[in-house]
């Protein structure tokens, strides 16, 4: 049952207690309830999905979910030292479904190495690629597109679940991009090869991108694991709007099976697990949770006013996200974007073709500015001879796994749209940065806002290849196949200083925090979860989110974070033999 506040909630103790119904959390209330014996409650602290959610459910309305609407938390970062000092939203979901029922909906497993990189981390190969097989097929259910086109030279469909609970699909409207960006893989083939599938486990080269999407509609943890059937399990209890303060340890020791939390009246109220309080509240949400709760840095803890119950450096640290630049090219076409957006009558059509159809131009994952997703991914590295290898040693999980990618976009991704041009956009991201940021409470408040500091473009590497990846994205366009269609690029960047400032003027992040709550191995001496992703030094307490993988993949981090709670599903069920 879904509660809009904790009032209606009769029961005071369940087996399991899930903080945050997000991506992660909504996949373990789901398995955990799938043994009617076990009863388990999800404290979510956002607003529910189905109301006013026109701009969750449609996928080109992705960008407008979230900054600066009750779906987001609204959080903001300190001044990037790298990005001149300027400050950006931070978006995460704020929502049933977390992040999933926001996000821009990319479908990326990311690379074998990178899986193999964290198994041999953290020595439990049963987060090897290989062994995680089942569990990305159990998450998946791969549909057809919108306009039911044959996809069979897009992507491998074999090689994806159908049985899953996750529905995704390739893109679902054709446009003008598309065979150019195909044709280039053959102009350029050294440089852009083609890459029938890039969820095989190899995912260099340019392919088409599978997105999130069912029939039309995004798919997120709260339509799939959170769909009726399951909602209506007796054994399961899901509250709205019910923001959890802290955990409580029993009597002075480490074990923390109370979660305190705020009613709609404003009173903290508790709840207590028999079994075990598993925090998936997020790469933010998840440590301030922790901090709130005294179990981080003694001294910042101290510093805060709060007593320390088990003192643990690594709570916070560690936080790795891809900053993300985006270029625009004046374009001979008149196909793209701005068509709509400056057309109120036809966005109206298109709108209602989607409500009436599922299809159209709305399916696809546009974005109407900021970061842009198209129909095409690209996972490319740097060259092997690059200078930048003097100094550091390849921060990749592996030889196959990419350094940055491209995202190809049918119009311009700017929020102000000029009154005449149409415009494509590649954007570049950074995917294997060396740069690490930090997720902390701010002392003047410590419940309130925490001090998010992603440090994007912090380091040498980092700055090196976002240059390497905005240079790239203009190499693909000296492709033959561009020449009648690229018109002038939008700014006019060209020297080595121009390129450096637009890149430290421009680069936002594309909301993939990772890591604040990394796991490592048993006996690491550092690191917050054990490979079972038991906090170390406590009882009662897990963690499955974002906020564990101690590496940020080279991939969009969605499905990697449905990875990690299938899989972790599965290890608690072992633990208590449910
Ligand atoms: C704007 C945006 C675009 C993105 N685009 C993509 C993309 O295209 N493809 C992709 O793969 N990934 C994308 N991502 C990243 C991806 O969505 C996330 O990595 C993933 O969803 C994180 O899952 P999670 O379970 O760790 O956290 P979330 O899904 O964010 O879940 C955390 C949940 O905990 C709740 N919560 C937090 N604190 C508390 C508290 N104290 N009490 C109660 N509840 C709490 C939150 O409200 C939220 O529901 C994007 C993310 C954003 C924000």
Known sequence: TIHDNSSTLTETEYDFVIVGGGTAGLVVAN?????????????????????????????????RATPDTPFDWNYTTTPQQALLNRTIPYRRGHVLGGSSSTNF?????????????IANFTGDQGWSWDELQPYILRNEILTPPADKHDFSNQIIASIHG??????DSPPGYPTSLDDRVIRTTQELTDDFPFNHDMNSGYHLGIGWQVSTVRNGSRSSAATSYLATEYANRPNLDVVLNTRVTRLLAENSSTTFKTVQFQSE????????????????????GTVQVLMLSGIGDSESLASWGINTVLDNPSVGQNLTDHPIIGQSWFVNNTETWEKAARNATLAAEQLEEWQTTR???????????????????????????????????????????AHYELIFANGLNFATLPPTGNFMTISSVVVAPTSRGSVLLNASDPSGD??????????????????????????????????DYVLSPMFNVTTDEEVETYIRNNTRTIFHPIGTAAMTSVDAGYGVVNPDLKVKGAEGLRIV???????????HTQVPVYIVAERASDIIKGTWGI
């Open 105 to 117: 909906l990319a479908y990326n497993r990311g690379p074998a190495d990178d899986w193999n990189r």
């Open 162 to 167: 159908s049985s899953g609970v996750n529905g």
């Open 31 to 63: 398995r955990l309830t799938e043994n009617p014996d076990i009863s388990v409650l999800v404290i979510e602290g956002g607003v529910t999905n189905t109301k006013d959610a026109l701009n969750i459910q449609v996928p080109f309305f992705c960008t």
């Open 265 to 284: 009246s404003d009173n903290q109220e508790e709840i207590t697990a028999r079994k075990e309080v598993i925090l998936s509240a997020g790469s933010i």
């Open 359 to 401: 299809t159209g131009p709305l399916r696809l994952t546009y974005l109407f500015y900021l970061d842009a997703l198209g129909n095409h991914q690209g996972w490319l590295r740097l060259p092997d001879n690059s200078s930048i290898f003097e100094q550091i040693a390849d921060p990749a999980s592996g030889p196959n796994s």
């Open 545 to 555: 989110d974002a906020s564990i993988l101690p590496f940020i993949p080279a991939a």
């Open 450 to 483: 925490p001090i998010i500091n992603p440090n994007l473009l912090g380091s040498d590497f980092d700055m090196f290849t976002m240059r390497a990846a905005l240079l790239s994205a203009r190499h693909f366009l000296t492709a033959p196949v561009w020449n």
